[in-house]
């Protein structure tokens, strides 16, 4: 029999990754191979030409189909420099009389994002905050009685126009888009370990034309947000300021790397200093100290625009592990150290971190395309009430915190768990579910 393929997918503007997994008999993946294609047609987020991504898109699922030695059906994607729009909302259900919630009681307790999405946009992710029995906080609802039940969730909305043009895509060539994801929360899924997502951790996911960034506080993702600003852009200065081609300056970036500008304050930048820059540069001779200061300069920015939306959100004093680099950009020679000097916290690149089927995989350009499959696997496995509670909870998965309700502990106060004589295996498929639902949402119904 033909092992079932599962597909990651990752869009940028530059390139399409894939990671390509086998699901085994208990739901879970195992890695198989990741690849790239060129991309073509997306701009920081944005589809500029529907027929090139098209084609673009269809070279990714050849090379994906190629590397797994099978057919492609189902698909999980991450989009690149999408602008994010968070939503506070509340979903309530009530009893009437006092009567133990079910798990359908749950779900139909959720918002429902078609009753509140503007017509531009769609619900693609979705954080669990707090859940309600009759005003009192608890962890897991499921089997508590009481007359009404209330969740409040933080959901993030993508246009619509971009996720109908995936989705459209995508469909054309045969396969079906379950679920987008934000690349953030993708490549966390991959880049991060328990206890960085417990301690507080930002992820910033450098890409060609955009940066993408999400925040974990206490396990539980808290905050994204995107950039403008990517490895082009450190090209393209490099490229005017010595006058050279930007395949020249793309070359010499990953050379020599960056370095923080302000180390030496004494270094002449003015007219005279590039004029010398570019007669080196047009002879060949590229010189190491103008790449790594001007290409250094450009993610000075980049990086004191997200300390900004850091302190904004008064998320700097939270993230107690520091920062975790990913993304084709996190390659950098001395990346790292820019990011120190104007963050001031722990830097880290983050590549892939071992476990649930997967190796170790130092290359942080490819966390998102893998992150997508564990991440959107884990919570199908997780949802599945036919699966034995064994097999739902993976001990061993690098980041449960996820998924945990207020920590993940049992419910406290004056309501008390009833199970009708089934108490293990309802109470972890309550759990389970309710991990699922926190915060993803397939990309379609049905």
């Known amino acids: 029999m033909q092992q079932r393929l599962v597909v990651g997918l990752d869009i940028g503007s530059s390139k399409m990754c894939v990671t390509v997994a086998t699901l085994d008999d208990q739901g879970g993946a195992r890695y198989v191979a990741h690849g790239s294609t060129p991309s073509d047609g997306m701009i920081a987020g944005e589809i500029v030409d529907a027929g090139a991504f098209s084609g673009a898109l269809r070279l990714a699922l050849e090379e994906a189909q190629r590397l797994g030695g099978g057919s492609v059906t189902d698909l999980y994607v991450s989009v690149a420099g999408v602008r994010f729009t968070p939503h506070e909302r509340t979903g309530r259900l009530d009893h009437g009389a006092i009567a133990a919630f079910t798990r359908t009681d749950v779900m139909r307790a ?17 954080v669990v905050k707090i859940v309600e029995i009759d ?24 246009p619509k126009s971009l996720v109908d043009a995936v989705t459209t895509a995508a469909e054309a060539t045969g396969r079906r888009v379950q679920a987008i994801v934000p690349t953030g929360v993708a490549s966390a899924a991959a880049a991060l370990t328990e206890a960085e997502r417990r301690l507080g951790v930002a992820v910033i996911d450098i890409g060609y034309t955009s940066t993408d960034i999400a925040v974990y506080c206490a396990g539980v993702l808290h905050g994204l947000t995107s950039v403008p600003i990517g490895g082009y852009h450190l090209s393209a200065d490099l490229a005017q300021l010595l006058d050279i081609p930007i395949g020249d300056a793309e070359r010499w970036k990953r050379v020599y790397g960056v370095v923080n500008p302000l180390q030496n304050p004494e270094l ?21 100290e103008a790449i790594q200061t001007i290409a250094g300069a450009r993610l000075v920015q980049l990086f004191a625009e997200i300390g900004d939306w850091l302190k904004s959100q008064h998320f700097l004093e939270s993230i107690l592990a520091g920062v975790v680099l990913s993304g084709g950009g996190a390659r950098l020679a001395g990346i790292e150290e820019v990011a120190h000097a104007v963050l001031g916290c722990e830097v880290r690149a983050g590549g892939v971190v071992a476990g649930d089927g997967f190796p170790a995989i130092p290359d942080p350009s490819v966390t998102a395309s893998v ?27 690098p980041y449960p915190a996820t998924y945990d309700w207020h920590g993940g502990q049992e419910p406290v106060g004056g309501n008390r768990l009833i199970h009708n004589g089934e108490r293990s295996d309802t109470r972890h498929w309550g759990r389970s579910v309710t991990r699922w639902m926190r915060e993803f949402i397939p990309a379609r119904g049905g």
């Open 110 to 126: 959720l918002p429902d994002p078609g009753q509140h999405d503007a017509r531009s946009q769609t619900t693609v992710h979705r």
């Open 135 to 158: 005003g009192e906080e608890v962890d897991d609802p499921h089997g508590l009685r009481g007359r009404s039940l209330v969740v409040r969730t933080r959901d993030y909305t993508a």
């Open 268 to 288: 002449d930048l003015g007219a005279r200093t590039i004029a010398g820059w570019q007669r080196q540069a047009q002879h060949g001779d590229a010189p190491r």
């Open 371 to 397: 992150g997508l499959v564990r991440y959107c696997v884990s919570r199908a496995t997780r949802a599945a009430p036919r699966r034995p509670a064994s097999r739902i909870e993976h001990r061993d998965s």
